[in-house]
């Protein structure tokens, strides 16, 4: 309270004090951008860059984490001073390099540096608890738990979450969606599924071949498209 009634003061009476107000000049930056192709953090930029980790995040908001990802077709850009950006454009293989050797020194990749095109959708079921769920999709407590904004682990039956799956669990849902078509050379897509699950369901398939032997360029696929599990004839 006595903070604010000396700045009450000083507004009052700055005159006496021999103090004026002086108006901010704003200062404007001319900015571009530039496709990344690979994972890198905004402190890699800075280091091989004229430009101060500030500036850099407050002109890329988007990355609170510091990172930059990269995820195939999927674009992620950075924006930066034009009057530093040939600099940078001059070193991208040395900004790559430095990107690949730091995380490479690191002891975990980071958590959330993956595809969320690959998140499902899990129904709580009786007997479940998070880390059962986090080991069933080779993920930890933390992260489901951080993923849905839980404060507690407790979980209520029926309670739906959220999970960037490790790995997917052969289960019942690959066996019925090959039942459905008493075909076991075909799956069918399920809600919530991708090519990357689905493939990683299936021992001995790849996403490459799932997406070769069904004519795929991309990644999307819808529920109720029958995919090929074999090379077509």
Excluded: C
Excluded at 154 to 162: E, K
């Amino acid at each position: 309270l006595p903070a604010f009634y000396a700045t009450m003061y000083i507004f009052e009476y700055a005159s006496a004090y021999g103090l004026t107000p002086t108006n901010t000049q704003p200062h404007y930056v001319t900015t571009d951008t530039i496709q990344i192709n690979q994972t890198i953090a905004l402190s890699h930029v800075a280091a091989l860059s004229q430009t101060p980790l500030e500036t850099l995040e407050f002109l890329n908001p988007e990355y609170t984490l510091g990172v930059i990802p990269y995820i195939e077709d999927r674009p992620y850009y950075l924006r930066m001073p034009v009057s530093d950006l040939g600099l940078l454009v001059e070193n991208q293989d040395s900004l790559y390099g430095l990107a690949r050797a730091d995380f490479a020194q690191r002891e975990k990749p980071l958590p959330e540096l993956v595809d969320q095109n690959n998140r499902i959708r899990y129904r709580v079921k009786s007997g479940d608890y998070l880390g059962k769920i986090a080991n069933k999709y080779g993920v930890s407590v933390a992260q489901i738990k951080r993923w849905n904004g839980l404060k507690s682990t407790q979980l209520r039956i029926g309670q739906r979450l959220t999970i960037i799956p490790k790995r997917i669990p052969v289960n019942e849902t690959t066996a019925s969606s090959r039942t459905k078509n008493n075909n076991k050379d075909v799956y069918v897509v399920q809600r919530g599924d991708s090519l990357w699950g689905i493939a990683q369901k299936l021992p001995g398939i790849t996403l490459e071949d799932l997406k070769k032997w069904n004519d795929i360029s991309g990644s999307e696929i819808k529920p109720g498209m029958a995919l090929s599990l074999k090379p077509r004839s």
